[in-house]
């Protein structure tokens, strides 16, 4: 299948990358359990020699995000933290790489833990400040990577004038598009230059693996990241290639889900007494939403939201039965998490503070159960927290 026949992205979720397999007519794409290959000769290979340099089932994963994302390369990792570092591992002591004001809190502690003792600096922006933005645009940043709906105040970059700012002066835009997937949202459209995705979470979309991916266009770059890939090693193995490419099929339908759910979830809580505020670009009132509305086909299924005074956090997320309190997010199951506690835990407590992520902060993952279940699960843990706090 090429993408030339398939002009929409649902098609290409399910038949895109290879189908399933030429020499038997399996629907689906053998997983390649082995480590190494058969030579045919001295100095002759079928175009395998082992396994972490390539894998006929990662590599059809790897052509379908390329596909996915309008790229033209797509590699595939053990976890969305190995596709970060190998991404990173391109700059060099004394490079400076900017990041978006509340990214993943594991990008921020490889870059703050590991990467400044190789002289890798960083500093956090506000990427949604286009005028603040391109004052840090010093000749030492080679790089910006922007994650955007930003975790876990859902703030939203536009993609598009950071990337035109950052390609004037010959710096790299990396995409972080783990939140909205190429469903929603294909940032090489937009003028990035890498896209990386924790494809553990709507990717594959049922929490039963964790996986990494990267889709780009240009070629110099995509040399230097298989070349990273090969060297370095986190590699995705082939059963969880296979269990991706599964996942991958349903993304379209599962999103579309999600969406619909986080949308009357978001008006549901924002119309509720015991609820502050709501951060979701979905809402017309979101200082994102105008941003969101043209750069993405949606606006996805996370949400973050404040209780109110009288509403007692603590009992409210020990209180909810159906939606269940944990990392992660993406998968068909509603999760909950305090970003403060957990997911953000290691970015420190003052610039916690200064970017708003406060122990009042609840994120949720809106999971496609039937919302209305979802709705009065909220509903009965609001009363708890409200007796809990009188
Ligand atoms: C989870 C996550 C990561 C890290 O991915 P892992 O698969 O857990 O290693 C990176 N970025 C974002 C936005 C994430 O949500």
Redesign the pocket.
Known sequence: MTVGRMQYISSRLIHGGVDGDSRTGAVNVPIYQTSTYKQLRLGQHSGYEYSRTGNPTREALERLIAELEHGRHGLAF???????TAVLTLFKSGDKILISSN??G??YRVLDKIFSNFGINYEIVETENQQIFEGKLTPDVKAVLV?SP??PLMTVTDIEKVSRAARRRGIITIV?N??LSPYLQRPLDLGADIV??????YLSGHSDL???LIALSDDDLAERLYFIQNATGGILQPFDSFLLIRGIKTLGVRLDRHQENALFVADWLQNNAGVARVYYPGLPDDPGYEVQRRQADGAGGMLSFELAGGFEHEAFVNSLSLITLG????GVESLICQPSSM?HASIPEDIRRRVGITEKLLRLSVGIEDKRDIAADLEQALERSKRAAA
């Open positions: 053990a976890s969305g933290m190995a596709a970060i990214v993943y594991g990008t994650e930003a975790n972080d783990t939140f990386l995705h924790s494809a553990t979470k964790v996986a990494g990392e992660s997010l993406g997911t």
